[in-house]
């Protein structure tokens, strides 16, 4: 009796551990798509600037940023 309430209690540990590990790695994966390094930068064709590729502009096949006269210039 006392090996079959020792199974039962390893079992369950080991249930509660495997738990807490998903719940520790699960987390961690939408924060991989946030990591800055994952994110293209390109450059403005008019002046230069160094921005995110979803905040760059294509005007034509010109990419520019959010500065208006950037834009203007582009077109
Ligand atoms: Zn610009």
């Known amino acids: 009796m006392p090996r079959i309430l020792l199974l039962i209690i390893l ?9 807490r590990f ?4 699960k987390p961690n994966e939408p924060t991989k798509t946030d ?3 994952a994110e293209k930068v390109v450059a403005c064709s008019q ?6 590729e979803n ?8 990419t ?4 208006p006269s950037c834009q203007e210039q582009a077109k």
């Open 11 to 19: 079992g369950w540990l080991l249930y509660v551990v495997s738990k």
């Open 22 to 25: 998903i719940a520790k790695i």
């Open 35 to 37: 990591d800055p390094e």
């Open 47 to 52: 002046c230069g600037v160094h921005i995110p």
């Open 55 to 62: 905040e760059s502009r294509l005007i034509g096949d010109v």
């Open 64 to 67: 520019v940023c959010n500065n």
